[in-house]
């Protein structure tokens, strides 16, 4: 349990890139490679020099899913550890692998390639954007195993694609390409180097407002789904009165006017809440 299953390296430029180090399995996911992400989304998460974060796998592949023999071979910690809740968190051990990532306050960038299947595809899903290669293998896989997706699919999938595409991807379990998923929506888009074109993405975000990048994070994940009009519409203007006159703010009004390159301080956390 003491080998690296997750590394992060952060930029001079506030852009992290987290990778799954586990090539030899496909990044599949043991118990040591579900710490390591929740690990790193915690650590990420509290780094207000961080602007944006770029998720991809070693190797071959994003992610294929369970190392579900790790977890039969280990009497202590087997499968019935990962659906332990720790208190005071809404996600189990193995939800907050994939749902973390949305707790992120700032943009989080999936690089697909290779295999992205089951508790693999549920972590990309809980990027807010996926950059895939046109040939990547993506699948909601776990009917194959008798189970259904466990891993905060019900606050990510319902985001991105109609109930009747969710239902025939869960009910079949079957592999999409990286194109096809373009298509269904599971994906953002497409790229032949999706790491390339993730963290090209990153840096163009790292260059906005950290203020106004994370403000708008918040909006649309409080608002897309299941929140009235009423307190969208409030939210909006309560983030819009806190970014205005911030020194972010006139930040981006001085460097747009005098078509420089902008000058950010560091989000102040507070200031957002």
């Not at 205005?244 to 078509?259: D, E, F, L, Y």
Request: net charge negative.
């Amino acid at each position: 349990m003491n080998e690296e299953r997750v590394r992060i390296r952060v930029g001079d430029n506030g852009v992290a890139t987290v990778a799954m180090v586990r090539r030899d399995k496909h990044n599949a996911l043991d118990q040591a490679m579900f710490e390591g992400l929740r690990r790193a989304a915690s650590q990420l998460a509290d780094d207000r020099k961080i602007r944006a974060v770029v998720l991809y796998g070693e190797g071959k592949s994003f992610c294929s899913g369970l190392d579900i023999p790790s977890f039969l071979a280990d009497p202590v910690e087997g499968i019935e550890a990962l659906l332990v809740r720790e208190h005071g968190h809404a996600a189990n051990f193995a939800q907050r692998a994939a749902y973390d990532w949305s707790r992120v306050p700032v943009p989080v960038i999936a690089a697909i390639s290779g295999h992205c299947f089951g508790g693999g595809m549920q972590i990309a899903l809980g990027a807010d954007i996926r950059i895939a290669a046109p040939d990547s293998s993506l699948s909601i896989m776990e009917v194959k195993w008798g189970l259904v997706p466990d891993m905060a699919i019900t606050q990510s999938l319902p985001r991105l694609v109609a109930i009747d595409v969710a239902k025939e991807l869960t009910f079949t379990g079957r592999i999409v390409s990286g194109a096809e998923g373009e298509a269904l929506g599971l994906v953002t888009r497409t790229a032949d180097d999706p790491l390339a074109s993730a963290l090209a993405l990153a840096e163009e975000i790292a260059q906005k407002s950290p203020d106004a990048v994370r403000a708008a994070k918040h909006l649309y994940d409080q608002t897309w789904t299941g929140t009235d009009a009423a307190a969208a519409l409030v939210l909006e203007t309560d983030l819009q009165r806190k970014l205005h006159g911030s020194p972010n703010q006139i930040a981006a009004v001085t460097a747009g006017m005098a078509k420089q390159p902008p000058v950010f301080v560091d989000p102040d956390h507070d200031r957002l809440q």
